[in-house]
Every structure is written in C-alpha cells, then in structure tokens.
C-alpha cells in the first residue's frame, strides 16, 4: 500500500484566455478544477498503475469538500483531517496565443500543532510495516522545521518506508533521518545543498552527499531532459523522452508514484528509474494534473535508454 500525504492540498483552478491582457477584461475560454497538492496527485498517479492507495492529510472549507468529492470521484480511498480554514486555492492562467502559463497559488492558512498531531496519529494507525508513506507537499505556514524528520524517524522505526517530496528548511532537517527516496527536481536539489548545479557530475557529487549522509535513494528529475537515479552503488541516466507536452502540471508527482509503486512491486532501481521516466512523460501527454495512461507509458517504455555511469 502506497499512503499519501498532503498537509498543504490546494484547489487547482485553471483558467484559459486567448490572449491574457494585463490590466484588462479578459474572457475565459476554459475552465477547469482539479484537486492538487503534491501527494494527491501521487495517490492519483499510484492508482492509474493500478497500485492501492490512501491519500492522507488536512482539507478545509468548501474547497476541501470539493477536494474530498473529486477523490472520492476517482475511486481514491482518503482519510483526511478536516478543519474550518479552507484549502487554499491555486490559479493557473493559461494564454493560448502566448503559450504561457502564468501560475497565482497562495500560500495556505497556518495548522495547529494538534491537527498534525492528529494526522500523525491517523497515518500511524493506517501504516503497516513494508508499506509506503510518501510525504510531498509544500509545508503549512508555521509548522515546525522538525516535523518531517521527526515523523520520519518514527514511521521508519515502524518498518515503513518514508518517501520525501517537500521543500524548505523542514526537508533538509529530514534528510539525516533516512528517508528510503527523495525526488527533488534539479532546482530543489541546489536549495537543498545550496549552490549552483551546472552538469550532470554536480547533480551526481550533490546527491551523493545525501546518500552519505544517510538517505537510501535519490532521484533528480530534470525536466524535458529525463532524470539522474542515485544509490549508494548505482548511478543512472535516463534520457527524457519526446512527446507532444499537454500539461507538465505534477509530472514529478507522477514520477515520484511511478517509482515508489514499482519499488513497492520489488521491482529493480534500474527497471522502476526506467518506468518512472516513461509514466512522467506520458503524464505530460495529459491535460492539467491527470496522471499518465498505463497505455501510453507501456508504449513509451520501449524508447527509454538509460546510460549506467557507475
Ligand atoms: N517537457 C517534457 N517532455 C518530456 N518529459 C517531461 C517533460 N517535462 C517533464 N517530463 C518528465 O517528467 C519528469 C518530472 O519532471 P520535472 O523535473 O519537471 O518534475 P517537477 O519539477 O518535480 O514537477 P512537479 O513538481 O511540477 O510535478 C521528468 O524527469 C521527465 O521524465
Ligand atoms: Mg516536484
């Protein structure tokens, strides 16, 4: 079981123009809602492959009913912790003369420290040894820069592999605790170690540090150019893959689920890292967050090239 959890979902709302006018009147020719946050489109991606999943965390107000009923659409199970504040809302203004899009997301309202607590107690009670809790999501204001690490150290201890997808000083805290993988993308992954990553020997000696220092597996991915698959013994390429781009919106989510889910199958690093390219890839083939179609990623996988550089 792949259990997800998004302490910072967000209502994706977005709205196309034909040409955006700044300062103007603008008529929208699309518009679309999807749930979002990072770790429910893991859960989406999850169950697109066909893996059983829970999405897990905090909604709020009418957005997170909105959030609670499009899961529930989709056959996700969920257990969420409801609170009055309601779950921010994200605008993205696509201009279709332009081909830009223009993303407005707001920041989310603080949680209490008891909510988390209650979100922990939830998850701990759901998480069975061998199982796998992928935390991803931006953190809540205010919450506590110990929090991840904490919670990871624990489920751990549980016998649960801990995937890790956030960002900020709460992640970096959390990468001594031994998390199982973390999917950085490459320009969270300078954050991380706090300089410039010019060449693909950067992103490898920077993730290798990691590793050093105590997290199992790194996967850098780097956009249209593929991604880099880090172990302790292993370092992968895997060359991006040409396709027609729909929506990058949450490619690295489907990523991050790709990987995690065909870990979880026990399949190899190298077969999974392989797999993982070509669902996030067939996931820009979809419009807004939906997640790959398990066809389109089989038919891709035939074109993935991976390079062993060590
Ligand atoms: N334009 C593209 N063409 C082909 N594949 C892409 C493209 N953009 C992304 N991908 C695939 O998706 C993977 C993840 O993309 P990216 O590095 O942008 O993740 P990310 O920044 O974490 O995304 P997000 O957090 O928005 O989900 C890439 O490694 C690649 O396999
Ligand atoms: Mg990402």
Known sequence: MIITVTLNP???????????????VNRVEDTRLDAGGKGINVSKSVKALGGETLAMGILGGESGLYIQHSMDKLGIPSKFCFVDAPTRTNIKIVDNSMHTSTNINE???????????????NLKQEAKPGDTVIVASTNPPGTREELLGEWTRELKA??????????????????TAGPDLIKPNKGELE??????????????????????????????????????????DQVLRVYGLKVPVVSTVGSGDGMMG????????????????MRSVAVSAAQ???????????????AL????IVDELM
Do not use: H
């Open 191 to 232: 954050e991380i170690c706090g300089r410039r990553l010019y060449f693909d020997v950067d992103v490898i000696a920077a993730a290798k540090v990691l590793i050093e220092n105590g997290v199992q597996r790194v996967a850098v991915s780097l956009g249209a150019e593929g991604a880099l698959f880090i172990t302790e």
């Open 10 to 24: 967000a209502l994706d709302k977005t709205i196309s123009v034909s040409r955006l006018m700044i300062n103007g």
């Open 158 to 175: 549980m016998g649960v592999k801990v995937c890790l997808d956030c960002t900020g000083v709460s992640m970096r805290r959390a990468l």
């Open 258 to 273: 790709a990987l995690a889910y065909y870990l979880q199958e026990g399949m190899e690093w190298k077969e999974a890292a």
């Open 107 to 121: 920041r989310g309202e603080p949680v209490d420290e008891a909510t988390l607590q209650q979100v922990f107690e």
């Open 301 to 304: 996988l035939e074109q993935v």
């Open 284 to 298: 820009v083939m979809r419009p807004g967050s939906e997640p790959a179609l398990l066809s389109d990623a089989e």
